[in-house]
């Protein structure tokens, strides 16, 4: 189980909720946050004295219990709510009662703290015409551990390539805009980012030197699952200026960014062997010490200057430039010691020790830089052109010393590698508006783009390529009549060459909105998705069909009722070429089902009714020369949630939440699991 937010948290929280809020919930009338003249308060609804805002809000707080049968992981995988007290929801919003010099209005805002995946909280403050403040966090949750000793069709053990997480990564933000003038404005901001948690990752022993094919096709065809916890921590201080001048507003900022990450990986048990058991080595190679540590430092300056106005009664100007520049230090240290393979039939091995040590210098200069513009020909016509240009650049220098069974490795010395990209991007639109309800948009976008790779500064023909995309559109948005609108699009791209063997070299895509109101509280929605990509030099292509039908009622606001379909079929095929082996054909076909329906029943002033459920029914098969057994298929997962709610008058909401979940796999059932979920939630406006 992982960690969740810390109890403490819950105990302010209730000191929130029982403290200001608590004696501010005896009523107060409505009011508009940041409006310019608040509401006059009856002497029954002033807030106490001691508080000078005018506030409002509610909160939710309960308790969940879960219970979980089967496969755990599974299920903290796709839903991942776990037992324990939770606020679910608090709103504050506030506004001063009488001017003051420092603060006219506020909002703070929270939701599922206490240990769900996705919690969240918001905190706004502003002065007029002096400043604005946000603060903003949040977290979330990631785990992925299928079973991995399950035994598949083909007889071969691994459900997958034995990946497995549990992470958490969190988001911090600080945002403070200063008005000196009316037209002058500062701003000073602060990002923070970090993701830390364990994960279990395949490595093979791979080195430089390895001789080939005899060690290489062991080390590609024999990976070891190795234990490699992760902690990631990225930063940016900014600061900079806003300034207007009549019609154009002009932005510039400077600032710092930092980025480090730091992995270790080392072997689960001694001695271990590699979990990929249909190759002949493996029973014969294990290794008793797999050690690897990677970490790198980058810091960056960071300055963006755009712009946006308009030099003419009907054209718009905007523009934009970023530029930054990682560098820093990156480096790697490893240690093997296990038994490998002298010849590639496998019939004789040997015992080896390997250690080889990376210390490199990265730096890495970007700079974009876009303009655009919007001229208005006629009313009816308006035309839009947008040029981006990106170019990086990734330039190391590696320092490597290696040692192999007590001698120096061949490759030990220093190299220099080089990643030069440009690409340019050029939309031109067309916007016409023949009459009011129906508008037509044809565009075309061009791409440039050239990836040049470098090795002692000797250019790579196997990673350098050059070649130029165009992408033809057309959107459309059409209401005939007040009850029906019809919206889509359609665009094709053809590439002049593909970087890679799954790079398609044309596709057309297209999608088709549908809105029809049958009455006056019957609805009816459709969408339709087609996308279609191949590459001839590969036989590879992919093919995606989707439609999504939604049907809504509304009697009032006594009952509401929702229905409706989703279809989504996917086909991807073509050959794959195996650097151990001859190429093989690939097919992965998978077609989707989704069954949708709810209401909300409210029969009486103070009791409330509510359902919502999903049917999700998945069939597929994934197979390679058709000689490989297929690793999943048909997988089922209902998931429902019924709530049920008594309003008391003057005391708030009581709530009682109930979640039935089930999945199915038919291929691998060991993934199986059922929940149900209880939740009570009381909650209070105030």
Request: contains cysteine; glycine residues 8%; negative net charge.
């Amino acid at each position: 189980m992982k960690a969740h937010a810390p109890r403490s948290i819950l105990i302010v929280l209730a000191g929130c909720l029982l403290g200001p809020a608590g004696l501010l919930a005896q009523g107060q009338s409505a009011l508009t946050v940041g409006s310019a003249d608040p509401p006059q308060e009856s002497a029954s609804q002033q807030a106490p004295s001691f508080w000078p805002f005018l506030t409002q809000g509610s909160a939710s707080f309960g308790y969940r219990f879960t219970d979980v049968t089967g496969y755990q992981p599974m299920y903290l995988e796709l839903l991942n709510l776990q037992s324990g007290p939770r606020l679910t929801d608090f709103n504050m919003f506030g506004q001063a009662k009488t001017p003051n010099p420092f603060i006219d209005n506020f909002s703070l805002t929270m939701s599922g703290l206490g240990g769900d995946p996705y919690p969240t909280a918001q905190l706004t403050a502003s002065k007029y015409n002096l400043y604005n403040l946000t603060a903003q966090w949040s977290q979330s949750y990631f785990d992925y551990a299928p079973d991995q000793n399950v035994i598949l069709p083909g007889g071969v053990p691994g459900l997958t390539s034995q990946h497995a997480y549990s992470t958490v990564r969190k988001f911090g933000s600080f945002d403070f805009l200063l008005h000196a003038t009316d037209n002058l404005r500062f701003r000073f901001d602060y990002y923070h980012t970090t993701n830390s948690g364990t994960t279990f990752s395949p490595m093979t022993t791979d080195y430089l030197d390895a001789p080939f094919p005899t060690f290489g096709f062991f080390a590609e065809g024999s990976p070891y699952v190795l234990y490699a916890p992760e902690n990631d921590d990225a930063n940016r201080f900014t600061g900079g200026i806003d300034y207007t001048l009549h019609s154009w507003n002009f932005h510039f900022v400077l600032g710092y960014q930092t980025e480090s990450n730091t992995m270790t990986f080392n072997n689960t048990s001694s001695p271990e062997y590699s979990f990929e058991i249909s190759n002949p080595y493996t029973a014969n190679t294990p290794v008793n010490l797999f050690s690897m540590i990677t970490n790198r430092n980058l810091t960056s300056p960071f300055s963006n200057f755009s712009y946006t106005g308009r030099p003419l009664r009907k054209l718009e100007l905007r523009g934009n430039y970023i530029y930054y520049r990682y560098s820093g230090p990156a480096n790697m240290n490893e240690t093997i010691d296990g038994i490998m393979p002298t010849s590639r039939a496998g019939t004789s091995f040997t015992p080896y020790t390997l250690s080889q040590q990376v210390r490199a210098t990265v730096k890495e200069p970007d700079n974009v830089f876009d303009q655009g513009l919007t001229y208005h020909i006629e009313k009816w016509w308006v035309v839009d052109a947008d040029y981006r240009y990106n170019r990086s650049t990734e330039d190391t220098l590696g320092v490597f010393a290696g040692v192999l069974n007590g001698a120096l490795l061949a490759s030990n010395g220093s190299a220099t590698t080089m990643w030069r990209t440009g690409l340019s991007d050029l939309n031109f639109d067309m916007i016409f508006t023949p009459i009011p309800s129906l508008l037509i948009s044809p565009g075309l976008t061009w791409d440039n783009s050239n990836v040049e790779a470098l090795a002692n500064g000797v250019a790579d023909p196997a990673q350098t390529l050059r070649w130029n995309t165009v992408e033809p559109a057309l959107s459309a948005y059409w209401q005939p009549a007040k009850r029906f609108t019809l919206r889509g699009d359609i665009r094709t791209f053809d590439i002049g060459a593909s970087y890679t063997a799954i790079t398609p070299h044309t596709e057309t895509e297209g999608h088709l909105k549908a809105g029809f109101k049958i009455a006056k509280s019957l609805s009816l929605d459709d969408d339709v998705d087609l996308s279609s990509s191949q590459l001839l030099a590969t036989a590879y292509q992919d093919r995606v069909r989707g439609n999504s039908t939604l049907l809504n009622y509304a009697l009032g606001d006594r009952f509401q009722l929702f229905g409706g379909f989703s279809y989504d079929s996917i086909l991807a095929e073509g050959n794959i070429v195996f650097s151990t082996g001859p190429t093989q054909f690939l097919r992965d076909q998978e077609i989707d089902h989704v069954w949708q329906a709810g209401f909300q029943l409210n029969p009486g002033y103070h009791f409330g009714l509510r359902f919502s459920g999903n049917y999700d029914r998945s069939t597929g098969v994934g197979e390679i020369s058709n000689n490989r057994p297929p690793s999943y298929g048909p997988e089922t997962w209902p998931y429902a949630t019924a709530t049920v709610f008594y309003d008391f008058p003057k005391a708030g909401r009581l709530s009682v939440d109930l979640q039935r979940s089930y999945f199915l796999e038919q291929v691998v059932p060991v993934n199986n699991f059922g929940a149900e979920i209880l939740m009570i939630r009381w909650t209070r406006d105030f």
